[in-house]
């Protein structure tokens, strides 16, 4: 500012002149490493507030329009890597939800859209994620699940078996060849009770176990679904107490 006064009274004072070019280019310096610290830390915010206010008195640096300009590009870097840091950690879900609630900010910005493209290819298809047809009385559960037996499930999807109709119904239409699951009953159900599990593929009968109880073990169920249109999955409860009544899918995968 100093530097400019001087100008001002003598426009060709060379002290001045070196002195405004090496403040500039000290305070740019400044300015880039806030920068770089906000960018660390995702303060994206910030990050572009310093640019802004440091392009109040250097109107025509190209170096800080760039920055700005290519802040978005850094974000989206950001959530991209984010994105597959998910996969590889096997959140698909994450990854999936991330990328779309980006879509609705970076509408034009391929780098999303390709990612999202590719991550959705490649996304194990499991009971969670499948086409519903139709469904009552069961939820997707993205927690943390544990049996009785001190097992634990990455989430899964659970059947609510004291209600009347329980059932999944999801489409196929001949893009798989099995289906494989592990069954338990939930923590939260009580003693003396039954429950059964039906699946139908096509609307035959391909599996059916009943006298599930609280002591029963995980049950491993495989299904063939070579040329296959539909699965109805239909759990049922049918003796002891009313109560919680839950029976959980999980580690469920599409062939």
Not at 62 to 75: A, H, P
Not at 127 to 151: A, C, P, Y
Not at 198 to 211: H, P
Request: proline share 2%; glycine share 6%; hydrophobic share 35%.
């Amino acid at each position: 500012q100093y530097y400019n006064y001087a100008l001002d009274m003598r426009e060709d004072a060379k002290d001045a002149l070196e002195g405004l070019s090496k403040a500039k280019d000290a305070y740019r310096d400044d300015i880039l490493a806030q920068f770089d610290a906000y960018i660390s830390k995702r303060d994206y915010d910030s990050a572009e507030s310093t640019l802004n206010t440091a392009l109040g008195y250097l109107e025509d640096d190209s170096i800080l329009k760039e920055k700005l300009n290519g802040l978005d590009d850094v974000r989206v870097k950001d959530i991209v890597n984010d994105a597959y840091s998910y996969t590889q950690g096997g959140d698909w879900d994450a990854a999936v939800e991330l990328l779309e609630d980006a879509q609705s900010q970076f509408t034009t910005n391929p780098s999303i859209a390709e990612a999202y493209k590719d991550i959705k290819e490649k996304m194990p298809i499991t009971l969670e994620n499948i086409t519903t047809i139709s469904s009552s009385n069961i939820n997707v559960i993205r927690d943390v699940l544990k049996d009785r037996f001190g097992n634990v499930y990455d989430g899964g999807v659970l059947y609510d078996a004291g209600c009347s109709p329980t059932y999944g119904v999801y489409h196929l239409s001949s893009q798989y060849k099995s289906f494989d699951s592990i069954a338990f009953v939930g923590t939260q159900c009580g003693l003396e009770q039954k429950y059964s599990i039906a699946i139908y593929v096509d609307e035959e009968l391909v599996f059916f176990k009943d006298e599930i109880t609280e002591e029963s073990q995980p049950i491993a169920i495989s299904i063939d679904l070579t040329n296959k249109d539909t699965m109805r999955i239909v759990t049922t409860w049918y003796e002891g107490a009313w109560g919680s009544n839950f029976i959980y899918f999980s580690n469920s995968s599409f062939e």
